[in-house]
């Protein structure tokens, strides 16, 4: 096999033949390949004179399920891949022995033949196969491959969920041909509870954002980066899958139009979708004959057995104490242009109700003016009051805010509308000096629960004890839940191992709870929720020797996390520009992440809060700025897929630097207040500068101070004694590297110019 040919082999990165495994093949592996002849029972695989056949005893295996013998004269290339898939899905895989069918892989494929013709035809075909939905894991279009253990055969509920949009819709209105189904709830929550994971029974994908259209004969789902992989893992081979973010991939306008040319009807149900996206499918379907069918049932909360869907559990709200939020339930609105526009509007329609999931947990005073009345009042309520009052003020969609449902949109009288993104967004998400104060005390005793946790499981790993990454899970549960003021968590703890961590958003199941070695990368991600605040923590360990490579890509990753932490700006730059700082390292040496680097954190209240995000890709990024008193997560990570994860995340606060200040121009910073240690095992100390080691020296000084006293004043000496051991004082002389600082202010040069101006 030339370079070449190898070299093409491996510039395709979703090959519909896993050849990302060539690179794991030893020598000996590679010369067994090459030998004429394998065998394995009565089936034998043959290769000469460019010419390859799989046969049994007495019988063509190509003749019995109609495959060709093809030469290289006659072959093209797409009946190279057919035949190939055909053999490896449909008859290698029955074979018993691992090792021999890995043989018989790579048989099929060392030759410059077959790598070409694959290379000719891969590119086109997968980018085809992408756009179409039908690039899928073990979804072969000839043959059966083994299906992975996460994955949820939805067959008989999708027969349910179309005989439901026959047979229940005939009831309420005329027959639809589509149905829509969001990953939201009533209350458009960026965290829904499972009782409202309707996406998820319908599908098996547990990922928290997705949009899935059913029709008569096709399923679709769609989903960005963060659950590229996940939704590829977990939904079986009826799925179509639309993985957002890659170039030419249609939206479900485009795609709907294309399977209905003639017109069709899409039922959705209005309280499950907000208006914004209501009113952007209608944009996009102008000039269509699709219409939009409001429904007021909810199909697959009929199909649904009760006895299998779990417990809806409600949560009383309450009134936090003025000691956490520096202000009295009684209070006006702090702003006086907010009690203006209070005044002119008469009504203000927020959405922050009582929540059954983790997240938010509370009702914060400052907040919310109101009078209670019954839940389902709202929606008679809602046509009286427009009436008494010249304007309503109806919330639009801001990032991680949907604004509020098209059912309370068609509820308020017409003339009566005004739609805008909700003020209280952005009261909220400058914290005032109580709420700072208590985000700074609550996020050191977040870190002392983490350091003692941590050195827990060190303990156990030492003596070979069995642990899972649920058993992680729920140590880490317990630990923080044992601080003063804890409510438990901010979002489900996460923690992967190995292979596991290669998913961004992965959440251990029964089905993928994996015992924790120490011969890879375990990634864990967790928060809690406290009267005072609001955390989240990603940290990255390893309990053995890591690869030079697991090494190489967290050092990248911290270092990404240490030049976000350290940046100063104006104040008018907008937050995309920031992103490029998190991802520098990274892209120099050609690698990425999917998924945003950070995101607005609540005081004790959502841990994806509006209107902060950080990704240079996003609209919103380009729009919003940073302001004194945000707090938002600096989360850049690494995953090779079906290998190993790293990830880092802190909390920062952005501060001023009035000291930088001239004329009107002020300029702006940020302050870590995460203290939990980093891994010095997977830090390749020549890698980092010594601007980078003296901060990083600084940041392990912090931690021994704030964590320290915490630990000893808890007297929790074992993770006392584990925060000293990770943070030891690091020679500035071990740096040898020079960062492309040139390169970096280039990179932001092309951001200011592209969405600054």
Not at 126 to 147: F, I, M, P, S, T
Not at 276 to 293: A, D, F, P, T, Y
Not at 326 to 345: C, D, E, F
Not at 484 to 496: D, E, I, M, Q, Y
């Amino acid at each position: 096999m030339t370079v070449l040919a190898f070299k093409k082999m491996r510039e395709t990165k979703k090959m519909a033949l896993q050849l990302t495994k060539l690179e794991k093949k030893t020598q000996e592996t590679r010369d067994l390949c090459k030998q004429s002849l394998v065998k394995e029972s009565d089936t034998i695989v043959k290769y000469s004179n460019d010419r390859f056949t799989v046969e049994k005893v007495g019988q063509s295996v190509g003749q019995r399920v109609g495959i060709p013998e093809v030469n290289r004269a006659e072959a093209n290339s797409r009946n190279i891949i057919a035949i190939i898939i055909s053999v490896i899905d449909e008859k290698l895989c029955k074979l018993g022995n691992k090792i021999e069918r890995n043989i018989i892989f790579y048989y099929l494929l060392f030759s410059d033949f077959t790598a070409n013709a694959l290379y000719d035809a891969t590119f086109s075909q997968l980018e085809e196969d992408r756009r179409n939905g039908e690039l899928r894991k073990a979804c072969a279009k000839h043959g059966h491959a083994v299906q992975p253990a996460r994955r949820l055969n939805s067959t008989e509920r999708l027969i349910k969920l179309r005989e439901a949009m026959v047979s229940e819709v005939k009831l309420e209105t005329s027959a639809i041909q589509a149905y829509f189904i969001t990953s939201s709830d009533e209350h458009q929550s960026t965290e829904v509870a499972d009782y409202d994971k309707l996406w998820s029974y319908i599908s098996g994908f547990t990922g928290s954002y997705t949009n899935i259209i059913v029709t008569a004969n096709k399923a679709a789902l769609w989903t960005d980066g963060r659950f590229h992989l996940q939704a590829d893992e977990q939904i079986d081979c009826n799925w179509l899958l639309f993985r957002e973010g890659h170039r030419d991939i249609p939206t479900m306008a485009e795609w709907i139009m294309k399977q209905f040319p003639h017109g069709s009807r899409l039922g959705l149900n209005p309280k499950l979708v907000s208006h914004h996206m209501w009113n952007q499918l209608e944009h996009e379907l102008k000039g269509s004959r699709i219409q939009l069918v409001a429904l007021n049932v909810s199909l697959v909360d009929i199909i649904w057995p009760k006895n299998e869907r779990p417990e809806k559990i409600n949560k009383e709200a309450f009134f936090l104490e003025e000691e956490y939020t520096g202000t009295k339930p009684t209070a006006t609105l702090p702003n006086q242009k907010m009690v203006t526009l209070r005044r002119s509007l008469n009504i203000f329609r927020n959405q922050l109700v009582p929540s059954d999931s983790e997240d938010p947990p509370a009702l914060p005073q400052p907040k919310v003016v109101t009078t209670l009345k019954e839940y389902d009042d709202i929606w008679s309520d809602l046509g009286t009051l427009s009436q008494r009052y010249h304007k309503v003020l109806i919330p639009s969609h801001c990032v991680y805010s949907a604004g509020a449902s098209h059912a309370i949109y068609e509820h308020i009288f017409e003339n009566r509308r005004m739609l805008k993104q909700s003020p209280i967004i952005y009261l909220k998400a400058v914290k005032n000096e109580v709420e700072i104060k208590w985000m700074h005390y609550t996020s050191i005793r977040d870190a002392a629960a983490v350091c003692d946790c941590f050195a827990y499981i060190k303990k156990k790993m030492g003596r070979h004890e069995k642990i899972m990454e649920s058993d992680l899970v729920q140590y880490l549960n317990e630990y923080r839940y044992e601080q003063n003021h804890s409510l438990g968590n901010s979002f489900r703890t996460r923690v992967a191992f190995a292979s596991n961590a290669a998913f961004p958003s992965y959440e251990t199941t029964d089905n993928t709870n994996t015992q924790i070695f120490n011969n890879s990368t375990v990634v864990l991600d967790s928060g809690g929720q406290y009267y005072g605040g609001t955390t989240e923590v990603t940290r990255t360990l390893h309990f053995g020797e890591p690869t030079d490579q697991m090494q190489d890509a967290y050092t990248r990753v911290l270092i990404g996390l240490m030049q976000l932490s350290t940046l100063t700006f104006p104040s008018n730059m907008k937050m995309a520009v920031a992103d490029a700082m998190a991802r520098a390292s990274l892209w120099e040496a050609g690698l990425d992440y999917l998924h945003e680097t950070g995101h607005g954190i609540g005081s004790f209240l959502g841990v994806h809060e509006s209107p902060i995000k950080v990704h240079f890709n996003s609209e919103v990024s380009a729009q919003q700025v940073f302001k004194p008193g945000y707090f938002l997560s600096n989360a850049p990570g690494y995953y090779k897929e079906g290998v190993f994860g790293v990830r880092l995340g802190n909390v920062l606060q952005v501060v001023e630097k009035p000291w930088l200040r001239h004329s009107t121009q002020s300029y702006y910073g940020f302050r870590t207040i995460t203290y939990v240690p980093f891994e010095p095992n997977l830090i390749k100390r020549h890698l980092l500068s010594i601007h980078q080691i003296k901060w990083l020296n600084q940041y392990n000084e912090q931690v021994r101070h704030l964590v320290g006293e915490e630990l000893k004043k808890q007297n929790r000496m074992d993770g006392f004694y584990w925060m000293m051991e990770k943070t030891q004082y690091i020679p500035e002389n071990h740096s040898t590297y020079l960062h492309s600082t040139p390169y970096l202010i280039l990179l932001n040069i092309v951001f200011v110019i592209k969405y600054y101006f």
